[in-house]
């Protein structure tokens, strides 16, 4: 049995969270750990919201991917939810901003400090004319907004 | 090295640490419940999309919470969030209180001021709560604190924007928001009671001063009320203990209508 990591990051990199498929679970900071040992890999998730229901799908299409990747079964890929540390928004890579914004949501203030109370630039103009219409959004972590220049209502995900 | 504890002592810490949780899981599962019902009944969509938001992160803390238990051995979570009777309950009665007259099924003539002061007095009291969680000996709660703050102050800020926002509108919105003020204080008073732990969760450090849970309640709540020039809340001796499993007859049907498809079908998966 091959040892190497690369394979399996490569197939984390290619699950993502059913709510924004353009985002990589990695690039959206989830992935804390990945480590082999003779039983087979685990994997150390770190989860957006406590609250947020893809969480078992995700850790569905985390087993299945790397299992296939790297040739185990599913029962060799131990996938762990862990709260050592808390996922805040600055854990998304700047890689992930490109693609938020083609799905229409503003990526998060950096640090996440650094925007409380600013106006988010729209994802599709730029502009900063826009307003927070709902802190709360589709999703546990995103809000809702209005770009008053382009017209177009957005979603941002939330500054944790 | 540390002393080794005894096995007695070993048992009181273990019971001590799940009468916290039991605590923390039951309020956050029944605020979420209740919170739940208000889904299509706001007075505006964004409150349906917020509250209903809200209602979900509980939940998630809730489930956090009974993964703790059932690390501990109490069973599955499931089963500990759905099945137990209402006597094993430990969820302050305010959060059980209904919404209001009717049930969301039939004729729902609910009262959003008492839901959002309700709310209000609730998260203000879960900051403090977890804020003296922060540092606990049980290093799985602690690191749960730190993760649930950070997406509670949304809550908090969200009740009280509303709170500021309504209380300034006109005279009927005023009148409701005091009139539920005074309900919510009526049946808040359990909310800080420990239920006779405070020593003990002081002895092992699973929670830093349990006995300042209600001034600091109140340090936190009446600078709101204050600021939106509503009335300060007087909080009596609480009727009902749902800290002491003493609950009122909302709190039975309330886990009746939670376990109605997990009885209907057991093995049903969702």
Redesign the interface.
């Known amino acids: 049995m091959s040892r190497s990591l690369t394979p399996v990051w490569e197939a984390l990199h290619t699950v993502a969270d059913p709510e924004i498929p353009t985002v990589s679970i990695v690039a959206l900071g989830m992935v804390k750990r990945v480590g082999w040992d003779d039983e087979g890999i685990d994997i150390d998730l770190v989860p957006t919201?406590?609250?947020?229901?893809a969480l078992d799908l995700i850790r569905h299409r985390v087993v299945r991917a790397v299992a296939q990747a790297a040739g185990l079964s599913p029962e060799m890929v131990r996938v762990r939810w862990c709260?050592?540390v808390?996922?805040?928004s600055d854990r998304i890579r700047t890689e992930a901003h490109g693609p938020l914004r083609r799905m229409g949501i503003a990526p998060p203030p950096e640090p996440a400090e650094a925007g409380a109370g600013e106006p988010v630039p729209c994802p599709y103009c730029g502009s900063r004319d826009t307003r927070q219409?709902?802190?709360?959004?589709?999703t546990?972590c995103r809000s809702?907004h209005y770009c008053r220049a382009c017209r177009n209502p957005f979603e941002a995900m939330?500054p944790? | 090295m540390l002393p080794q504890a005894t096995e007695p002592e070993r048992e009181d810490r273990r019971a001590a640490l799940a009468a916290l949780l039991w605590q923390l899981a039951d309020d956050d599962l029944v605020v979420a419940q209740r919170a739940s019902e208000w889904l299509g009944l706001h007075p505006h969509v964004e409150e349906d999309v917020a509250f209903a938001s809200i209602a979900q992160d509980e939940l998630g803390h809730a489930a956090m919470y009974f993964g703790l238990l059932e690390e501990l051995g109490f069973g599955p979570r499931d089963d500990l969030a759905l099945l137990r009777p209402i006597a094993e309950r430990r969820h302050s009665v305010l959060l059980e209180w209904p919404n209001g007259e009717g049930e969301y099924w039939d004729e729902p003539h609910f009262d959003w001021a008492f839901a959002l002061l309700r709310h209000f007095a609730y998260d203000t009291f879960e900051q403090v709560r977890l804020e003296r969680l922060r540092a606990s000996s049980h290093r799985p709660l602690a690191e749960l604190a730190v993760k649930i703050l950070r997406e509670e102050r949304y809550h908090l800020a969200h009740h009280t924007m509303w709170i500021r926002r309504l209380a300034g509108h006109d005279a009927e919105a005023r009148a409701r928001l005091i009139q539920a003020g005074q309900r919510v204080a009526e049946l808040a008073g359990d909310l800080w009671d420990t239920g006779g732990w405070a020593p003990a969760w002081e002895r092992f450090g699973l929670m830093a001063d349990p006995d300042g849970l209600r001034a600091a309640w109140e340090a936190a709540a009446v600078p709101v009320l204050e600021a939106a020039g509503l009335p300060a809340w007087e909080v009596p001796a609480p009727r009902y203990n749902g800290r002491r499993g003493v609950h009122s007859p909302y709190g039975a049907s309330l886990v009746d209508t939670m376990a109605t498809v997990v009885r209907l079908d057991p093995r049903a998966q969702w």
């Open positions: 919201f406590l609250g947020c229901p709260t050592e808390p996922w805040t219409d709902n802190a709360f959004g589709s546990a809702l939330k944790v």
